[in-house]
């Protein structure tokens, strides 16, 4: 495998680790501030972790995609979701996989990701619209891969406005 291909994997790989891990970093950092000690010490160490792994290179990663990333608007199904992936099936038939950040505001809560599949705020089978940004790479061998990260869903099937909690605000 070519250089230029592991580096656009490895940079790929990192994008769909670190911008979940940021949001997640984000909720725990501003509780942690408090003073509360509430945290186990596991709690604690991984929190210090995931801060160590965002500082060395989810910033770049993030700079890499948001720089020539563009807007896009999914329109279909949920189809499944798994560990920070929601599964959607468009309208055209195309499956897609949409990288979500681990935080998310619902009226007045903010909820880790697991929670909107688990108090039913996103179920399988319901109509959604996700607001997305779009960075898709080829390389010298013709492959393509796109990333897709979602940051506003609208679950059309029971109303619910789900806002992605990012250390930044996006606008189109």
Do not use: C
């Amino acid at each position: 495998m070519k250089t230029q291909t592991k580096v656009i994997i490895g940079a790929i790989i990192a994008l769909s680790t670190a911008l979940p891990l940021m949001s997640i970093i984000t909720v725990y950092s501003d509780q942690g501030e408090t003073g509360n000690s509430d945290y186990s010490p596991e709690e604690r160490a991984r929190q210090f972790i995931l801060q160590q792994v965002s500082q060395r290179w989810g910033h770049r990663t993030a700079i890499w995609f948001f720089k020539d990333a563009d807007t896009l608007t999914v329109e279909g199904t949920v189809v499944a979701h798994g560990g920070h992936v929601l599964i959607v099936t468009t309208n055209e038939g195309e499956r897609l996989n949409i990288v979500l950040p681990g935080a998310w505001n619902v009226d007045s809560e903010v909820i880790r990701l697991l929670e909107l599949f688990e108090e039913g705020y996103i179920s399988v089978g319901d109509e959604v619209t996700v607001e997305a940004l779009e960075r898709t790479v080829t390389n010298q061998n013709g492959v393509t891969v796109t990333g897709i990260f979602g940051y506003e869903i609208v679950d059309e099937t029971n109303g619910n406005h789900l806002y992605a909690v990012l250390p930044f605000n996006i606008e189109k």
